[in-house]
């Protein structure tokens, strides 16, 4: 699986952006995109999943309520609506895939990695 990101920029605080993946390849049904991002001087962390086949989501808790992550099967693209974005949200972010669900906030068990595309969010 081949994984395109794109969709990154420069925002205010307050601002909304839409990041893009695009997959090309064999995906599987059990397949699981996410989004997983990396400030300056910190550690890769888990953003939010969906499931393949189900569109099920997981978030992690500092972006509920705030990120929506969804995916057309039909177009093979995962996307991350970023809505009231805040500075802390600032780095580069990569789209993901793994072969299962299971564990999806676990960095360590993704197989296949995007480039990253740079949000910065200006306070």
């Known amino acids: 699986v081949q994984l395109q990101a794109s969709g990154g920029g420069l925002v205010q605080a307050g601002g909304s952006l839409r990041l893009s993946c695009a997959a090309s390849?064999?995906?599987?049904?059990?397949?699981?995109f996410s989004w997983l991002r990396q400030a300056p001087g910190k550690e890769r962390e888990f953003v939010a999943g969906?499931?393949?086949?189900?569109?099920?989501?997981y978030y992690a808790d500092s972006v509920k309520g705030r990120f929506t992550i969804s995916r057309d099967n039909a177009k093979n693209a995962v996307y991350l609506q970023m809505n009231s974005l805040k500075s802390e949200d600032t780095g580069a972010y990569y789209c993901?895939?793994?072969?299962?669900?299971?564990?999806?906030?676990?960095?360590?068990?993704?197989?296949?990695w995007g480039q990253g595309t740079q949000v910065t969010v200006s306070s």
């Open positions: 969906v499931r393949w086949s189900s569109g099920t989501t």
């Open positions: 993901a895939a793994k072969a299962t669900w299971w564990d999806i906030s676990s960095i360590s068990g993704y197989n296949y």
């Open positions: 390849g064999r995906i599987f049904s059990s397949s699981a």
